[in-house]
T-cell receptor, first 113, second 113 residues
Framework: DGGITQSPKYLFRKEGQNVTLSCEQN?????MYWYRQDPGQGLRLIYY???????QKGDIAEGYSVSREKKESFPLTVTSAQKNPTAFYLC????????????FGPGTRLTVL | GENVEQHPSTLSVQEGDSAVIKCTYS??????FPWYKQELGKRPQLIID?????GEKKDQRIAVTLNKTAKHFSLHITETQPEDSAVYFC????????????FGTGTKLQVIP
């Protein structure tokens, strides 16, 4: 373990509130990703970033926002526009293209009360 | 975009038997196919991967086969052990730059002692 961290581990939110999930990596990876995991649905891509100050929408970006001001950090904000935010959120970074392996953080479990 | 289908969704085997998980992909340009193992409450971790210029790859009790023509690839676990019990995800992507990685929906493997 180590190399890519997420905080907090558990997060509770009231309806109508925005929350920000933290993701930090010290692997010197350029690419970072956010996934949402729901039972029986695998890992669905929310946003990904290839370099600092650049990011692209994934398959389920609605209701989420990201920033990439530093290479090491890729925070995800879950906005009040996300209608069903309760899920397990995983951040990942990826080795250069020649290898391709993704390294995942330990995840944040978000529950909307 | 890429679509990855994974079967079965659940699989129970007796300890010592073999387990096979199958995936199909839709984008013929995909050339990198990793498999991840996720134990309960933990992060996914890469267990084996294969590139499109190779038909088979082995690592001890784990092997992956790839059929580019049919666009399917499979994970084979031999001599299963209780610690193999986990959720397994297949994925597909292109190499060359930091491409999206599309995951299957996962297979929950239970090894019965």
């Amino acid at each position: 373990d180590g190399g890519i961290t997420q905080s907090p581990k558990y997060l509770f939110r009231k309806e109508g509130q925005n929350v920000t999930l933290s993701c930090e990596q010290n692997l010197n990876h350029d690419a970072m990703y956010w996934y949402r995991q729901d039972p029986g649905q695998g890992l669905r891509l929310i946003y990904y970033s290839q370099i600092v100050n650049d990011f692209q929408k994934g398959d389920i970006a609605e209701g989420y926002s990201v920033s990439r001001e530093k290479k090491e950090s890729f925070p995800l904000t879950v906005t009040s526009a996300q209608k069903n935010p309760t899920a397990f959120y995983l951040c990942a970074s990826r080795t250069p293209a020649g290898s391709g392996e993704q390294f995942f953080g330990p995840g944040t479990r978000l529950t909307v009360l | 975009g890429e679509n990855v289908e994974q079967h079965p969704s659940t699989l129970s085997v007796q300890e010592g038997d073999s387990a096979v998980i199958k995936c199909t992909y839709s984008d013929s340009a995909s050339n990198y196919f990793p498999w991840y193992k996720q134990e309960l409450g933990k992060r996914p971790q890469l267990i084996i991967d294969i590139r499109s210029n190779v038909g088979e790859k082995k690592d001890q009790r784990i092997a992956v086969t790839l059929n580019k023509t049919a666009k399917h690839f499979s994970l084979h676990i031999t001599e299963t052990q209780p610690e193999d019990s986990a959720v397994y995800f297949c994925a597909a992507s292109k190499t060359g730059g930091y491409q999206k990685v599309t995951f299957g929906t996962g297979t929950k493997l239970q090894v019965i002692p």
